[in-house]
């Protein structure tokens, strides 16, 4: 089992920084992939960033050059650095962790940080 705890979610003024953060515990194999996906009201969930174990990255096109994720292997923790917020990046944000095992990929997912983005 892994477990996953977020923080850094928050109010912030439309063209502002907030950087989330996503501490995993548990049984936690190598290779893996770390991420964020997001869902705002009344749409999907989708996939905003995630970085893999290798260190690949893959970013959603709405937040390429404004996003970066990144992650701290000795602590388990991935991040992700929103700058220039737009209303549009208000949603709730949930951190992914897949364990990339080759019979069976494992799953799990944090409880969801809420980021509003508004004057």
């Known amino acids: 089992q892994v477990q996953l705890v977020e923080s850094g979610g928050g109010l912030v003024q439309p063209g502002g920084s907030l950087r989330l953060s996503c501490a995993a515990s548990g049984s936690i194999f190598s290779p893996n992939s770390m991420g964020w996906y997001r869902q705002a009201p009344g749409k999907q969930r989708e996939l905003v960033a995630a970085?893999?174990?290798?260190?690949?990255?893959n970013y959603a096109d709405s937040v390429k050059g404004r996003f970066t994720i990144s992650r701290d292997n000795t602590k388990n923790t991935v991040y992700l650095q929103m700058n220039s917020l737009k209303p549009e990046d208000t949603a709730v944000y949930y951190c992914n962790v897949v364990l990339l095992l080759p019979d069976a990929p494992q799953d799990y997912w944090g409880k969801g940080t809420l980021v509003t983005v508004s004057s």
């Open positions: 970085v893999t174990s290798y260190g690949t990255t």
